[in-house]
């Protein structure tokens, strides 16, 4: 199983863009990388996926390098309400179901 | 609204009781998953369900039991907890099983043994 790492906490202001990137070096051909949300309890809400290069939606893009070794969720213009903790995974079908969550980060968006 | 709806969201409960956890998803998923999430500790999985079998167990103590009746139910039945079995439960689903298969998360219950 691909193991990830990220900051344990960020710190932003309200407006600013937020990168928050996750390091997953034995990441394995067939995994993808999706990116949680949560708030305090609260379940993790999800956010986006992606296999290679960019993927974008309505409330995030990530990025991910040619060798898939890392990836960067991109919060554009924070707002309070964004101020959660930011969970990377990395898997596949082949796990029986194993997803395995690290640390996360703990996103604080000040006014 | 999330889809996956979890009940009750708050539980206490003394170290020699017996009680249950409910999950139902609504979202015509074939996966399931128990995770239980500690105080300022990352979610650990517990139990994984595939079409009603179960596909993973967790090294989780015997004092936890889940049980997959149909592929939109899932429970957790508990006796002989421990106190620092106290923790937020959450209930999961996807579509498949696989890491291209978004979890869908409820809301948890709160769980206190005393």
Redesign the interface.
């Known amino acids: 199983l691909a193991k990830t790492t990220q900051p344990i906490s960020m710190d932003s202001y309200e407006g600013q863009e937020v990168n928050i990137t996750c390091s997953h070096n034995n990441i394995a051909t067939n ?2 990388i ?1 990116w ?1 949300q949560q708030f305090p ?6 956010i986006i ?1 992606g296999y290679k290069t960019k993927v974008t939606n309505e409330v995030a893009s990530l990025f991910i390098p040619a060798d898939r070794k890392s990836s960067t969720l991109s919060l554009p213009r924070v707002s309070l309400s964004d101020t959660a903790v930011y ?1 990377c ?16 980060t703990e996103l604080s968006v000040k006014p | 609204e999330t889809g996956v709806t979890q009940t009750p969201r708050h539980l206490v409960m003394g170290m020699t009781n017996k009680k249950s956890l409910k999950c139902e998803q609504h979202l015509g998923h074939n996966a399931m998953y128990w995770y239980k999430q500690s105080a300022k500790k990352p979610l650990e999985l517990m139990f994984v369900y595939s079409l009603e079998e179960r596909v993973e167990n967790n090294s989780v103590p015997s004092r936890f039991s889940p049980e997959c009746p149909n592929s939109s139910h899932l429970f957790l039945h508990l006796h002989t907890l421990q106190p620092e079995d106290s923790a937020l439960y959450l209930c999961a689903s996807s579509q498949v099983i696989g890491g291209y298969s978004p979890l869908h998360f409820g809301n948890g219950t709160r769980l206190t043994v005393t």
């Open positions: 995994d993808y999706t949680y309890s609260q379940g993790p809400r999800f996926q969970y995974l990395v898997g596949d079908g082949n796990q029986g179901g194993k997803l395995i969550f690290g640390q996360g």
